[in-house]
């Protein structure tokens, strides 16, 4: 990925309609299904969201993106986790209510 950090947030409003083509190319499946059905969040799929938001960066560095895929694949979620917190975590318990 990139050598600046960019936030999750952050790289996730800067999709375009080019990167959302890609991702569902690489990943057979489209953006809109990993935010889950209302596209509040609630009940995301938020490691297939993370590894497409991570092929977009590995994208916009210039890898291909068979490469780009490949690499965004073999990271472990153990090292996501790391790096973004508990990926299985509802965001709707996150406050602990």
């Given at each position: 990925?990139?050598?600046?950090?960019?936030?999750?947030?952050?790289?996730?409003?800067s999709?375009?309609g080019?990167?959302?083509?890609?991702?569902?190319?690489?990943?057979?499946?489209e953006?809109?299904?990993?935010?889950?059905?209302?596209?509040?969040?609630?009940g995301?799929?938020?490691?297939?969201f993370?590894?497409?938001?991570?092929?977009?960066?590995?994208?916009?560095?210039?890898?291909?993106?068979r490469?780009?895929?490949n690499a965004?694949?073999?990271?472990?979620?153990v090292e996501?986790?790391?790096?973004?917190?508990?990926?299985?975590?509802?965001?709707?318990?996150?406050?602990?209510?």
């Open positions: 990925m990139s050598a600046e950090p960019v936030s999750i947030d952050a790289l996730a409003r999709l375009n080019f990167d959302e083509i890609a991702i569902s190319k690489a990943f057979g499946y953006v809109e299904d990993m935010l889950g059905p209302n596209g509040d969040g609630k995301a799929k938020k490691v297939k993370l590894r497409a938001l991570i092929f977009v960066s590995f994208r916009r560095d210039g890898m291909k993106d490469e780009a895929y965004t694949m073999n990271i472990p979620l996501l986790e790391a790096q973004f917190g508990d990926l299985t975590e509802d965001p709707s318990n996150a406050s602990g209510k």
